[in-house]
């Protein structure tokens, strides 16, 4: 035994002083992601610097999480967004809604494949309005065998494969008309559902991304600069305004202000609103494209301001109904998540609890004022990621701050910044005006091809029926 218990000793000692140098050689570095490079050639001379931008080097980490990332931001859409909106409308439409987010998932995916990336993310053409054909057909997206070297060339975004950057973008792609029909819910065909998705991801979505994510883009760089960091302008001003127009184009339920339509399961609704909350993590933190600190100050962000808007949208109608609601309280949530979107790359996370609370109590009176308005905005499309998404990019002129983006001048208006005020007011200006004529101009057009609503008859029936032939409740 004593003879064993020595040979263990010799080993160890042996495997510690061949350790050694290693262990001293990390303690004395930083930690860097390994790469092929790194580990196949060693001893090559360093690359020029064109060289070295052409071949940067994979982030496994980085990878990882935006994989993740992407993960969660598709599962906002469904199960989240549909149980949301689904519980939300009457019994005889749960279906209908839920059809409109599951079948988004699939085309939303495949425009973005052919062509909707390109137009967001390549190079400028027309003057900047819009992207190139440089991505069409994922050219320039995907892997590839280069034949002289005898190795695969995989096209990069930063220090992530750009098929990840694509799929990551598209998950945006995919939400953003999902939460349009929220407007239109209990009354649109969906036949002109699906026609009008595309078209209005086509010649709005694509290049309002254009012009606020790409690198040239004129709300990106430049003179009119603006901060959006996960979609204010993009997702949320986009859809909310399109919203609007909508219900106003397309005009109010059968009913509407004459009998009640009550939401017909809160639970589902409730359930929803968990996953989004969840899902936006994603969408946030996310959009850092890297596992950093700007992605960790983008998570507590989100996490803070959805928990003050829970807090005050509940306690607003505590206080002014008597009762605080379930449906309130998730609204709340969703108007802070909305509100913090485009800021939680730009302020600190005390600064997402006030962004929560405002957000909360706008959107709260916006949702409150709608029936005095004549609008019949069914699921409050434009109540909560209009209003929300408004506040949130103003809001993030007033407290981004140099300690957030790393930046040694003056970032938002309390650092003594004005412009940066200035710019987000015309990135939201542009971003309504885009979405407002640009969503005209589709439901005029689809109006007099196809019509844009279901029959009475098939209203009163319900979009379960009329629309998909199957019913969501069945009780024998």
């Not at 003879?3 to 262990?23: E, I, M």
């Not at 992530?160 to 349009?180: E, G, N």
């Not at 407002?436 to 009475?456: E, F, H, S, Y």
Request: hydrophobic share 50%; charged share 10%; net charge negative.
């Amino acid at each position: 035994m004593i003879t064993g218990v020595r040979t263990a000793l010799a080993v160890c000692l042996l495997l510690g002083l061949s350790l050694n140098p290693l262990l001293a050689q990390d303690a004395d570095s930083t930690v860097e992601p390994a790469t092929v490079a790194d580990t196949a050639a060693p001893e090559t001379a360093p690359a020029t610097e064109p060289e070295a931008e052409a071949a940067a080097p994979l982030s496994p980490a980085d990878t990882a999480w935006m994989l993740v990332s992407s993960a969660l931001v598709l599962m906002m859409t469904a199960p989240g967004l549909a149980l949301f909106y689904s519980g939300l409308v009457r019994k005889k439409n749960v279906l209908g809604v839920m059809m409109q987010c599951v079948f988004l998932m699939g085309l939303m995916s495949v425009i973005w494949a052919l062509w909707g990336y390109s137009l967001a993310f390549a190079p400028d053409v027309m003057g900047g309005i819009v992207g190139g054909t440089d991505y069409v057909l994922m050219n320039n997206v995907l892997p590839t065998w280069n034949t002289s070297t005898g190795s695969i060339d995989v096209p990069m975004a930063g220090s992530i494969p750009r098929s990840v950057h694509m799929v990551f973008q598209m998950m945006f792609f995919i939400i953003t008309p999902a939460l349009i029909c929220g407007a239109f819910a209990e009354r649109m065909k969906f036949s002109t559902m699906v026609v009008f998705s595309i078209l209005w991801g086509t010649f709005v979505y694509c290049p309002l991304a254009h012009w606020v994510w790409s690198d040239n883009g004129w709300l990106f760089t430049g003179e009119y600069a603006a901060f959006d960091f996960a979609g204010g302008t993009v997702v949320h001003i986009s859809s909310g305004f399109s919203a609007l127009v909508c219900s106003l184009v397309i005009g109010r339920r059968l009913g509407y202000g004459q009998e009640p339509m009550p939401p017909h399961n809160l639970t589902y609704t409730c359930i929803g609103a968990a996953l989004l909350w969840v899902g936006w993590f994603g969408f946030n933190a996310g959009s850092a494209l890297a596992a950093n600190a700007l992605a960790a100050n983008a998570f507590v962000a989100t996490h803070l301001a959805a928990a003050a808007g829970t807090v005050a949208w509940a306690g607003a109608e505590w206080i002014l109904r008597g009762k605080p609601t379930i449906l309130g309280a998730c609204s709340g949530a969703v108007a802070g998540l909305v509100c913090i979107t485009p800021a939680c790359g730009a302020v600190t996370p005390l600064s997402g609890i006030i962004l929560g609370v405002v957000a909360a109590l706008a959107c709260y009176y916006a949702c409150t004022v709608k029936t005095k308005l004549g609008y019949d905005d069914a699921l409050d499309a434009f109540g909560v990621h209009g209003v929300g998404g408004m506040v949130g990019a103003l809001l993030t002129g007033v407290f981004a701050t140099r300690a957030v983006i790393g930046n040694p001048e003056a970032q938002g208006l309390l650092e003594g910044n004005a412009r940066q005020f200035v710019n987000q007011g015309v990135g939201v200006l542009a971003a309504a005006i885009l979405a407002v004529v640009g969503t005209l101009i589709i439901l005029k057009l689809l109006d007099a091809v196809m019509g844009l609503r279901v029959t009475q008859q098939e209203e009163l029936q319900g979009l379960d029926l009329s629309q998909h032939g199957e019913e969501g409740y069945i009780f024998l």
